[in-house]
């Protein structure tokens, strides 16, 4: 039997995933990447227990944990610092049998590529067309042309591979504010639990990570492409310089070149993920509000189910329309949860504050980790393992 292939264009978490999965069931992979190299620069992200599965289907989970710091607890506090809500990681582990685990982006991206063999990977590989040809799809790319049975879209929230082959389709919206994400200087001496303040309008978060660092990631409600005159570090400070403790110790080591800003955008439902030889995955297909901490670990079950799709029959239209029935209600459903908690965590107006703040103090987090079950009990479809 030939060898099936693939091109995964675009070689961020969810296209290195899926070149992975697919290359350890037998596939030739070409993993298609427009920057000049694989990397991803300057932020943490959260890996959830269903994300570790994910990693655990891929053989990875082990080898990733030991990059990552595991907050013993977390929560949301109000802007005076008061707890609102907390969250025992253990609690987690019982429930879901992984702990939630806080990673440098670069660290997963080497892991991924890691596990995938050099000549798969094309950095500094633009796309430029790609259209069927009978029983295959040829992309046309910066260095030629390459012939494959599938092309998997991994190519961001801005997909060019969306723009082309879903026209129709209704491009990112913002959702109304900008986001900052940075890592500390290794702070020796500092030991605070991990959490979230809310205030009106605006919060700020930070958890641990390995070597003393920290991860923070802050968001505020400003009109679109409002860059700050005088630099994002300086935005930073301006606005939570005076949050409660630990926050003015944080960023202050934060090195001034070190913030990274961006705007939230997510993207409206899309009619399917699949069309003729090709699927989306990861923000291509969903982008979400960050709020949840989901993003890479929706990419990541994508990039799983797929291959386990594709493994379950031959006929690849059968397969892929499997993965669309699979992950488009799951994904698009994550999306609206993410949306509205990203719209009541960024409320400003103070008596809906107030409202919101009680609420969450009345919430048991038991509560909380139930609401989170469909979630975070995700596992792997049968033969992704």
């Given amino acids: 039997m030939a060898e099936r292939t693939a091109v995964v264009v675009g070689g961020g978490i969810g296209g ?48 990733v944990r030991v990059l990552g710091a595991v907050e013993t607890a977390g929560g949301v506090r109000g802007r005076t610092g008061r707890w609102l809500s907390k969250m025992d990681n253990a609690e987690i582990v019982g429930r879901h049998g992984w702990p939630l685990l806080v990673v440098h982006r670069a660290d997963l991206v080497r892991t991924l590529v890691g ?74 001496d500092l030991r605070p639990e991990g959490a979230v303040i809310w205030g009106r309008g605006e919060r700020i978060g930070f958890t641990s990570l390995p070597g003393g660092r920290f991860y923070c990631f802050a968001t505020a409600t400003v009109p679109e492409d409002a860059a700050s005159d005088d630099g994002e570090h300086a935005a930073v400070r301006r606005r ?80 892929l329309a499997h993965y669309d029935r699979l992950r488009r209600p799951r994904t698009q459903a994550i999306v609206r949860r993410a949306a509205r908690l990203g719209t009541v965590a960024q409320w400003s107006w103070p008596p809906a504050v107030l409202l919101r703040d009680l609420a969450a103090t009345l919430t048991p987090a038991t509560a909380t980790l139930r609401s989170m079950a469909s979630v975070l009990g995700w596992v792997p479809p049968d033969g992704a393992c």
């Fill in 16 to 63: 290195l995933a899926a070149a992975v999965a697919l290359h350890r069931r037998g596939w030739g992979v070409a993993v298609l990447e427009r920057a000049g190299e694989f990397a991803e620069v300057g932020a943490g992200l959260s890996l959830w227990p269903n994300a570790m599965r994910a990693l655990a289907a891929l053989d990875l989970a082990e080898r």
């Fill in 115 to 188: 596990a995938l063999p050099a000549e798969s990977l094309r950095p500094g590989c633009e796309v430029h067309a790609m259209h069927p040809d009978g029983e295959a799809v040829v992309v046309e790319h910066r260095d030629g042309i390459l012939r494959a049975d599938l092309v998997v879209g991994a190519d961001g929230v801005r997909s060019a591979m969306r723009r082309q082959w879903w026209p129709h389709a209704k491009g990112p919206r913002y959702v109304g504010y900008t986001g900052w994400r940075m890592i500390t200087e290794p702070l020796a």
């Fill in 240 to 319: 939570f310089g005076d949050w409660p403790d630990p926050i003015p110790t944080l960023l202050a080591a934060v090195p001034e070149d070190a913030v990274l800003r961006h705007d939230v955008y997510d993207l409206p439902p899309l009619p399917t993920y699949v069309r003729d030889r090709m699927a989306l995955l990861g923000d291509a297909a969903h982008a979400m509000d960050p709020i949840l901490g989901q993003g890479a670990c929706q990419a990541l079950e994508d990039a799983v189910t797929l291959a386990a799709c594709l493994d379950e029959t031959p006929n690849l239209g059968a397969a």
